[in-house]
């Protein structure tokens, strides 16, 4: 038997705004991660796994408390809310001292 499904995945519906940290100097660092957020039926992030880490405890430790505040739109299949899996990419960007900068560069 044959059974097709429709599956509409998840999709950011918000994500709040100073989940980064900010200590006032001027250059700018950004810092990749990859985190996989599990989104209840609601939308909801209930738990979140870092797949790929940034390289730096304090970046991967913002991006993970950046996507337990987002909001979803739940994923649908038959159109009915259903719990998923995602993988989103998060740049944690944050200001450096120049000194900083500079030997990154």
Do not use: C, Y
């Amino acid at each position: 038997m044959n059974r097709r499904f429709l599956l509409v995945a998840a999709s950011l519906a918000f994500t709040p705004i100073g989940a980064f940290a900010d200590d006032g100097t001027p250059a700018l660092a950004r810092q990749n991660t990859l985190v996989e957020a599990h989104v209840d039926k609601e939308g909801h992030v209930t738990r979140e796994q870092l797949i790929t880490s940034s390289g730096s405890p304090d970046a991967d430790a913002r991006a993970l408390a950046a996507v337990q505040k987002w909001q979803f739109k739940p994923a649908l299949v038959k159109g009915k809310p259903v719990e998923v899996n995602v993988r989103v990419p998060v740049v944690v960007e944050s200001k450096t001292s120049a000194a900083a900068a500079s030997t990154h560069s």
